[in-house]
Every structure is written in C-alpha cells, then in structure tokens.
C-alpha cells in the first residue's frame, strides 16, 4: 500500500456500503499475502467504514419510516 492509493481513496467518491466492500476485500488481501504491517492499518480503516456504514443505514431506516 503506499501514498497514492491512499490518495485514490481519498478521492473516490463510494456509498458507505462499497467503502466497507472495499475495505474488506483489501484486509482479506493483506492477510493472503502476510502483510502484517497493512492489516493492522486496514483493520482501522474497515472498523471505520463498518461505523459509516451502521450509521448511514441507520439514518436511511428511520427517514423511511416517515
């Protein structure tokens, strides 16, 4: 992983639910390929996008209701 990924993301404008998508697919890869130093990073960054992705869920369930 290095700066211009970073940057990508950044940059990518994704829903909450492909942000942890995304998220996981890269933890699963960074475990495949032993990239200890990664999957401590990526486990972050997935915790967070799971949170975005309860509260946005969250939000849309209760303005459906109404």
Known sequence: MDQADRL???FDKKTPREKLIHCRD???EAIR???QAD????MA???Q???EFE???LYESVS???
């Open 8 to 10: 990508r993301e950044l």
């Open 39 to 42: 999957i401590e990073i990526l």
């Open 49 to 51: 996008a799971q949170i």
């Open 55 to 57: 509260k946005s869920n």
């Open 33 to 35: 390929l032993g990239n």
């Open 64 to 66: 459906d209701t109404g």
């Open 26 to 28: 890269r933890v699963r």
């Open 45 to 47: 960054e997935l915790e």
